[in-house]
């Protein structure tokens, strides 16, 4: 639906849950062939001579498209777990094509200002995790327990299961009703909405004409998150001017 005719009411939400990659900055062409060359690089370099970079990458991008994941073919082959893979890619990515928003940190801060609490659920591990952040100038603006990492819910992705927003929620003391989850993947959105969130995906300009029904509204970026919710609360505690006195 279009972004004009969007009705949800956002005033009930104390917490914004984001996604990280993809969602709180976007893919470059350039930025995407560097994660491509990355896990084929790791995978290459962990067959021992066995496999050369194309064969490495084909079979990362077999995976990806046959399981969902591109780590479990290679594992698989490698005899190895998909988590050293995961771990080891992590560390590999170089971070500097990644494009900060130049009003996010502000967002960020505008969102803490007004009592909005902020978290991050990502498929990331940690240690990238951190680095992204600080590039993204958002790192300080986060508490520690409010970035839930792939590997702190024991690798349960969020497409599959609830553990990373039953964590988010646990960790911020939000009830799931008064979250609202952003991401840039529609099939990432529908257990956070079965659980009772509110959920938003990130179009980056090229919208949607109608939503899946586990996804409620639809934002150009991420920052359209905290100034709608931040806006939608204000509403709500503004006065009434037609209240009457007794």
């Not at 009411?9 to 350039?30: E, Q, R, V």
């Not at 066995?50 to 990458?57: D, G, K, V, Y």
């Not at 940690?126 to 952040?133: N, T």
């Not at 979250?179 to 919208?207: C, H, Q, R």
Request: aromatic share 6%; proline share 5%; glycine share 4%.
């Amino acid at each position: 639906m279009p972004l004009a005719m969007q009705a949800v009411d956002l005033s009930d939400i104390d917490l914004c849950a984001f996604d990280m990659d993809g969602t709180l900055y976007k893919y470059s062409p350039d930025y995407l062939a560097v994660l491509h060359i990355a896990q084929s690089t790791v995978v290459m370099n962990m067959s021992q001579g066995r496999l050369t970079m194309e064969a490495a990458r084909a079979m990362c991008s077999e995976s990806y498209q046959t399981l969902g994941s591109g780590w479990t073919l290679p594992a698989q082959f490698l005899g190895i777990s998909d988590r050293d893979i995961h771990v080891a890619y992590h560390e590999s990515i170089n971070t500097d094509l990644i494009e900060p928003l130049p009003m996010l940190r502000e967002s960020f801060c505008d969102a803490a200002q007004n009592g909005l609490a902020l978290g991050i659920i990502t498929h990331s591990h940690m240690h990238f995790c951190d680095r992204v952040l600080q590039k993204l100038t958002i790192r300080d603006a986060l508490p520690d327990n409010h970035i839930v990492t792939l590997e702190q819910v024991d690798y349960r992705e969020k497409q599959n299961d609830k553990a990373m927003f039953e964590e988010i929620c646990m960790r911020s003391g939000i009830a799931p009703e008064r979250m609202l989850v952003i991401e840039d993947s529609i099939k990432n959105l529908f257990l956070a909405k079965a659980m009772g969130a509110k959920t938003a995906y990130v179009n980056w300009g090229t919208p949607l004409e109608t939503l899946p029904g586990h996804v409620d509204i639809q934002l150009e970026s991420p920052i359209d998150a905290n100034q709608q919710v931040i806006a939608a609360r204000k509403a709500r505690l503004a006065p009434n001017p037609q209240a009457v006195l007794i």
